[in-house]
């Protein structure tokens, strides 16, 4: 019977695994080699952890299943065995509290940044997360809700020019590192007819900081430290700079609560 780990790590990941496509069709890998991550992520996930999924669209039942499926391939691509991945999604959503006790691993999925907020304060996952001890892995917008402030990047047709839409949410206050994933594929979007990157992200920077995270990169959160692993960037004040590179690692300052 696994025992509950001692201390919490946070892996602030843009995307974690090594999976690809061939003939436009995707292959599983495992997670990624890249930087360190998987050897790291080893280290510190118990033996045969019992592992909660916690889905970004929870009421897209049949994308989660596959979801599900998805990450039971990547943990045995990974010789990661698993006792089971617990889904939760809007169907499950009653069974929080027990199935965190139970869990050594839970993953915050990826998708749409202020659905999963949304999901995540209707859970009350903040309550629950905070006590959690063991490892947690975000996954894009996953990662993004782990801040206390989360800077929702605008994502979708309509969001950059919508007077309405928050750019900046309530997260499950894991860290207060705000981050940008997938930044070697979204630097040259445009949304709404803006540059994402110049005209609409680097403006929002204005007295603060984001970290733009390319894939394979990422921020490990552990003992009251945050390391950064692979290609990355801060953007702050309206300027870019690249702070990492692959195969480095920076150690970040950590400010007090």
């Not at 998987?38 to 994308?63: S, Y």
């Not at 139970?102 to 997360?129: A, D």
């Not at 990047?153 to 860290?175: C, K, M, S, V, W």
Request: some cysteine; charged content about 25%; aromatic content about 10%.
């Amino acid at each position: 019977m696994n025992q509950k780990n001692t201390e919490k790590t946070v892996f602030l990941t843009s995307s974690p695994d090594a999976s690809y496509q061939v003939d436009g069709k995707w292959i599983t890998g495992p997670f990624t080699k890249k930087n360190g991550f998987l050897d790291r992520f080893k280290k510190v996930c118990p033996v045969n952890p019992q592992v909660l999924l916690i889905t970004a669209t929870p009421d897209e039942k049949e994308k989660n299943q596959e979801m599900r499926e998805y990450f039971t391939r990547v943990f045995a691509a990974s010789s990661i065995p698993v006792k089971e991945i617990l889904l939760l999604d809007r169907q499950t959503e009653g069974r929080l509290s027990e199935w965190i006790n139970l869990s050594q691993v839970v993953i915050l999925g990826g998708g749409h940044v202020p659905t999963q907020n949304r999901f995540f304060h209707e859970l009350k996952l903040k309550e629950y997360i905070q006590d959690f001890k063991g490892v947690i892995m975000g996954i894009s917008a996953g990662s993004m809700n782990c801040a206390h402030v989360v800077y929702a990047q605008p994502e979708l047709p309509g969001e950059a020019i919508d007077a309405g839409y928050e750019r900046y949410l309530i997260g499950l206050g894991l860290t207060n590192r705000q981050i940008l994933p997938h930044y070697q594929i979204v630097k040259d979007y445009t949304l709404d007819g803006w540059k994402l990157m110049e005209e609409i992200t680097y403006p929002d920077s204005a007295g603060r900081e984001f970290y733009a995270l390319e894939d394979g990169s990422y921020i490990m959160c552990q003992q009251g430290r945050e390391i950064l692993y692979g290609n990355a960037y801060r953007i702050a004040d309206g300027v870019i700079t690249r702070v990492c590179s692959g195969g480095e690692s920076l150690e970040l300052q950590v400010e007090a609560e």
